[in-house]
């Protein structure tokens, strides 16, 4: 008994064996990739071969499907992992500078109070999304689109890692904080709302999502508004449309009262 | 004639042991996300969760069974000392280590990426590199299967090989060749990607690749359990096996069906050509085959038993079988649990089918009743019938183990008839909270309770069959006498070549693998911008 005894179509086991195994191949294989494909009657082939390299999953790009038209403007910020790394103290510096004209709004220390977001301690990530959108125009806001449109990307990210440097505003309680209502712990799974905790911070931080604790009640309301009207369009793949679209003016209320009402310490640090 | 007794309870032990823990998170999974119990409010802890079980359950205790079991049935089948204990041994450490090094980071919560590794997600390397470790064990334990048999084989020529030894081997060759999927996903793909060498990964090659490993590894964990009807069963309850070439072509067509099907698990994936997904659906069909076999031949050698202790009539006999043995009682639990799960795995193997009960929770109550009922049960009677051997003592409580084994049966069947159906209802897999205040799942609340209760069967069931097993390496000493495998009717004096050797089913398994899963892998490798950027967990 030896390899040369088996390996030889005089062995009945390997005749039958191999036979059976390649005739099973041979008739699924026609009927996957010719017989199925036709038996489709709402798709056309060309011939055979067409047949065969569709069902085999051969990529082709489709020759008269013309992407649809934009028609407003999407946020195009790019980041990579070197973008906004390990920032000079002469760059926060240059922040710093730049800074002072943000402060009439958002607060000589990044803490505002005129109802627009503090930055102090913001994700660097954030900010440098906001202005460019604004520069760009994804977003837009009477106020301060024209402060965006004329800074350079150098200045975009000195201001970013500005304000990513600054202390968070640790011991500020605008109002008594309140308790957690379910939309924030729970999300509403069944609506494809996630917990507000898995991207903005508490939880878990996805790059380019704000941390909210502290924030203006008013200002919350209004983006939460903004965003299911889609009014404000800015966020990636509709991350944040497609879950205000889904929340009851209730809790886009209870969200952002709880939000404002707690100090920003719990939420994760980014290295 | 067990010489080496400390390698194999220590494979053993170790199995059982990780066993338990992951038992208890099942548990704890399947409390925290029913009505019974509060939301978490952190749902990453369950995923970390999810990963360890899921880690645990697929690839280590399985896998460590499996070698221990092997490395029994090789001293005792070929009634010869283990060539190569100190490599044994290596590989043992070396599934240890791997263990240790892939649980550290789930524990810290940086490679919640669960155990399909979900790519694009992204963890710690070296929860991937702990697994890496535990493969590299087991092909050891691979390598020594096929050198022992080779060393028989010099010294018996032409005899036919014992079947236990014979399908020990096939499962091995199995799995060798299944593991190399995965292997090429984590060390193409995913471990650069998790080591900083890149940014970006092709997802869809990586599924197909996973896909590779995924539906064979299925009939790896299978194999101790049909050596275990086949060898075991008979013998202990004093039958013999209807049929030793049924058996052997049983392992063989597992050798060759169980590779080239594994799209089955890739049809709601657009990277996959229609006509590979449906030669796949159409090469799962014919994995029933062997199953089916198996089944028959079983039930057969039974009634043969039955006979012999004075069975009669056309049904009468089921009557005269042993019912108060263990492993009578495990091998009818065990079919009971595989006849439903196969029927609902006809299902799944339909490609239109599929699309009903895809990523719902009827997919994982499909897989805990196949392989944590019909499966594990029989890992069950394998230890309960090796401990007196490895031991030299006694198990003396026969009706603890029948207790153990019931509750496991009756645990799996209240856990797991309840979770198909909310599967059918629509329950999505893998998901940590569900809000059964809202209307629209409210009428799922009673069916995860019911799971929920029947997973604290299950871990009762298994904290026992610990105790017994502990309580066994304390019992009265007894001469347990040579570990001895069911004999066929006709005990084969010769058998044909084809039937004596792997050579010939391997090749056939490698060459299914190629053309059914050549073509996409070289053109999902080779398409340029498939590739996405990669999500770190546990990283800012
Ligand atoms: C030997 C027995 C068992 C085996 C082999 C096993 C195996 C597995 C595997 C491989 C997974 C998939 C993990 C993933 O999706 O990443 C899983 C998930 C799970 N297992 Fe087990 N398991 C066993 C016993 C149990 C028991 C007894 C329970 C309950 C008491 C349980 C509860 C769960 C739960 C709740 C999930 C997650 C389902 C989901 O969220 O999709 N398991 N198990
Ligand atoms: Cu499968």
């Known amino acids: 008994m030896s390899a040369r005894d088996l390996f030889t179509f005089r062995n009945s086991h390997f005749r039958i064996g191999v036979g059976i195994t390649a005739a099973i191949l041979i008739v699924t294989a026609i009927t996957g990739f010719i017989v199925l494909p036709f038996a489709q009657h709402w798709v056309q082939f060309a011939n055979v071969w067409d047949a065969i390299c569709s069902a085999a999953g051969v990529p082709q790009r489709a020759a008269n499907v ?11 910020v790019v980041l990579t992992s070197h973008t906004l790394s390990r920032p ?36 660097a990530a954030v900010i440098y999304k906001e202005l460019h959108d604004f520069r760009s125009g994804a977003r837009t806001n009477a106020v301060m689109s024209p402060f965006a449109v004329n800074l350079t990307d150098q200045e975009i990210a000195d201001l970013s890692n500005y304000y990513a440097y600054l202390p968070r505003p640790a011991a500020y309680h605008p109002t008594p904080q309140l308790p957690k209502p379910s939309i924030v712990i729970y999300g509403a799974p069944m609506r494809g709302i996630a917990p507000c905790g898995s991207c903005h911070g508490s939880l878990d931080n996805k790059t380019g999502s704000p941390w909210l604790e ?18 404000r369009r800015n966020d990636i793949s509709q991350q944040m449309r497609n879950i205000a679209r889904a929340m009851t003016p209730q809790e886009i209320e209870a969200a952002a009262a709880y939000y404002a009402s707690q100090p920003p310490d719990v939420v994760k640090a980014v290295d | 004639m067990l010489a080496n007794r400390k390698l194999i309870l220590a494979h053993f032990w170790l199995a059982f042991g990780v066993f338990g823990i992951a038992l208890t998170l099942g548990a704890w999974q399947m409390f925290i996300r029913s009505p019974i119990g509060t939301w978490l409010s952190n749902p990453e802890l369950y995923y970390r969760s999810l990963t360890a079980h899921g880690t645990v359950m697929g690839y280590v205790f399985p896998t460590l069974v499996a070698m221990g079991f092997g490395y029994a049935i090789s001293e005792s089948a070929l009634e010869q000392r283990l060539v190569g204990v100190r490599w044994a041994w290596t590989g043992f450490w070396l599934i240890v280590a791997g263990a240790i090094m892939a649980m550290v980071p789930v524990v810290l919560g940086r490679a919640s990426v669960l155990y399909t590794f979900y790519p694009p997600l992204i963890g710690n390397v070296f929860y991937y590199l702990g697994v890496v470790l535990v493969v590299v064990g087991s092909w050891i334990w691979v390598a020594l299967m096929a050198i022992n048999l080779r060393v028989w084989r010099r010294a018996h020529p032409g005899a036919p090989v014992p079947l236990a030894m014979f399908a020990n081997v096939a499962g091995s060759y199995l799995w060798a060749w299944t593991a190399v999927g995965a292997a090429l996903e984590l060390l193409l793909q ?97 994995v029933a085959l062997p199953t089916l076999l198996t089944v028959f031949t079983i039930c057969a050698s039974v009634e043969i038993a039955a006979r012999l202790r004075g069975g009669r009539g056309m049904f009468g006999w089921i009557r005269a079988l042993p019912w108060d043995n263990p492993m009578m009682l495990a091998l009818a639990f065990s079919f009971v649990m595989l006849g439903f799960g196969g029927a609902g795995g006809l299902i799944n193997m339909s490609y239109q089918l599929d699309a009903s009960i895809h990523n719902t929770q009827w997919i994982t ?89 029947g997973g604290f069967i299950l871990l009762a069931s298994g904290i026992m069959f610990i105790v017994i097993l502990a309580r066994g390496m304390r019992a009265p000493q007894v001469d347990a006498g040579p570990y001895r495998f069911a004999l066929a009717v006709h005990q084969p004096a010769t058998v044909p070549v084809a039937l004596n050797t792997h050579a010939l089913w391997v090749a056939l398994m490698i060459v299914l693998t190629l053309t059914n899963y050549g073509y996409p892998i070289v053109t999902l490798a080779l398409t340029e911008g498939t590739s996405v950027p990669a999500v770190y967990v546990g990283a800012q």
């Open chain 2, 190 to 286: 995913i471990i650069p990607v998790a080591a900083g060498l890149k940014a970006t990964i092709d997802a869809g090659l990586a599924r197909v690749f996973f896909s590779w490993t995924l539906h064979a590894i299925v009939y790896f964990w299978l194999m101790p359990t049909y050596i275990a009807y086949y060898t075991i069963v008979p013998r202990a309850i004093g039958g013999r096996v209807y049929s030793d070439s049924m058996a052997r072509i049983s392992f063989i067509l597992f050798l060759v069906v169980a590779m080239p099907i594994g799209m089955h698990h890739t049809f709601a994936d657009p990277q996959v050509g229609a006509g590979f997904k449906f030669i796949h659906s159409a090469f799962t069909a014919l």
């Open chain 1, 214 to 231: 502290g924030q203006s009640e008013a200002y919350m309301k209004v983006q939460l508004h903004a965003f299911a009207s889609g009014e």
């Open chain 1, 88 to 123: 000079s103290q002469e760059a926060i510096g240059r922040g710093a500078t730049l800074a002072q004209r943000c402060a009439i709004c958002h607060g000589p220390t990044g803490i505002s109070r005129a109802d627009s977001p503090n930055l102090a301690g913001q994700y």
């Open chain 2, 365 to 453: 109550g499909h897989f805990h009743l196949i392989f944590g009922g019909a499966i594990v049960i029989m890992y069950f009677a394998i230890a309960y019938d090796l401990w007196p051997h490895l031991t030299g003592r006694e198990l003396i409580d026969l009706r603890l183990i029948r207790t153990q084994l019931w509750l496991w049966f009756v645990g799996m069947i209240i856990t797991t008839f309840p979770w198909h159906w909310v599967g059918i209802l629509g329950m999505p897999r893998r998901m940590a909270y569900f809000d059964f205040g809202d209307p629209a799942i409210a009428p799922q609340a009673l069916s995860v309770t019911f799971s929920a209760i």
């Open chain 1, 66 to 76: 013309t992407a649809p038209e934009q028609t407003k403007r999407l946020s195009e």
